[in-house]
């Protein structure tokens, strides 16, 4: 130690007057300090202000240069000397060097700018806002025969990827190009792994996707796909995970995703759907997702279900009734909800047996898969009254539905199980659903749903309430009594900030439970008629010319 203290004083001291000989026999003895016991040197380095001298050094560039540069990266291992290397002023000197042509200064810096910053998203930031990304990019382009350079790079952009600062500056790069070519090359899992490191977070992006899939990345990953998907090997098992959730990720970005799909003729989409019926469960689950995001809009959802994606979905879902596998269930679920939307998909995936499988699923206890169950059954019956109606009556459906709507830790699914509950109703307009859903228990739970705090559920609620006052008001009178249906009702109607088909609805219900002489009652009590009264005057014609009828016929039956 007594040496290492002797060459920190010269070095301070030669610092000053640049005696370049003596600086490199500072550095080293420094070096090999460092190497021996690094915590109590770079205490020793902060505790004699030997930081401060360092930018200056930084300054020339010359044959001691790396060492300085390697040293900072040594003593930056510690977290204690990262803030004092910021104070020294080492960040900007530093960056000021990414932009030499030494092989050796450049992977000296860029560790040292790497372990100053590290697990700090503030330094990071700042290092974006000097422009480095750039410059790494195009180091990465010209020194990519370097393995040790290569290497950090990859590490600063994965490091870099991970705020969304960098995005835009990654995107007006030719990063996609670059780290496409650079994973060609590698054979070595390790090499691959440190890319599909950086491709995760920037795959993220949607311009980024459309650069990446442009780049020829997806082929990339196909071929890792089929070199993997036989072997029980822990590397080609993860590879094969990372590959296919990278595809699935770049079929987000709405651009990048009709460029694969190319009308649904696409080498790339037709290879994603062989993995469907693959006995590889982490295939089946990409393929499934991949569809899932291929069925983002209304013309890709008509092609796959004339061509017949809707059974092979349905085989992949039987195969899993009993494996039980949660996330091929979610993932193929998810595909056949989205399918469901275009209105001339429906009658087609009914005819295909669709409700039938899915409620197969009506056991199952994960939230995630009971959520898009209902979804997909709710996306089916829109519009499809005979749908609607067979469901309807079903009482293990109602049953189940019941159960769900006050799966309380589970929001979306209670949300959707109401919604459903409520589109049976709607859609089917049938008395022997309203039949079915009032001996099911369903009918408070719409109640409650009226009060909801998003306006659309508030009014499916209520047009089902309607339809049960309408259809089968004497069997429907005490759910209405006991779940204080007359006092949601007022509440919506006196709100100020409920919407205008808030209260054309609440006063349909109004009119359509007068024939009950317990409901009747409480909506003398609670005056009803100045309520309504008042809403003559509404801004919108239909709600006021709604609210004068309804006076009319709490007039004429009070």
Known sequence: MDNLSEALKALKLSSADSASDSVEGCLDCLLKALAHNNVDTSEKVREMGVLAMMPALLSVQNSSTPKVANIIAEVAKNEFMRSPCVEAGLIPPLVQLLNCKDQEILLQTGRALGNICYDSHSLQAQLISMGVIPTLVRLLGVHSQNTALTEMCLIAFGNLAELESSKEQFASTNIAEELVRLFRKQVEHEKKEMIFEVLAPLAENDVIKLQLVDAGLVECLLEVVAQTVDSDREEDVAQLKTSSDLMVLLLLGDESMQKLFEGGKGSVFQRVLSWVPSNNHQLQLAGALAIANFARNDGNCIHMVDTGIVQKLLELLDRHVEEGNVTVQHAALSALRNLAIPVVNKSKMLLAGVSDVVLKFLKSEMPPVQFKLLGTLRMLIDT?????????????????????????????????????????????????????VIQGEGVKHLITMATSEHMIMQNEALVALGLIAGLDLDCAEKDFVDSNLVQVLHKLLTEEHSAPEIKYNSMIIICSIMGSEPLHKEVQSLAFIDVVSSLRSHENKTVAHQASLTEQRLTAQS
């Open 384 to 436: 499809q009254a005979d749908a609607a109606e067979q469901l309807g009556t079903n009482p293990k459906l109602v049953k189940r539905l019941v159960e769900w709507c006050e799966a309380k830790d589970h929001a979306g699914v209670m949300g959707e199980s109401n919604r459903l509950l409520s589109a049976l109703i709607r859609h089917s307009k049938s008395k022997d659903v309203v039949r079915t």
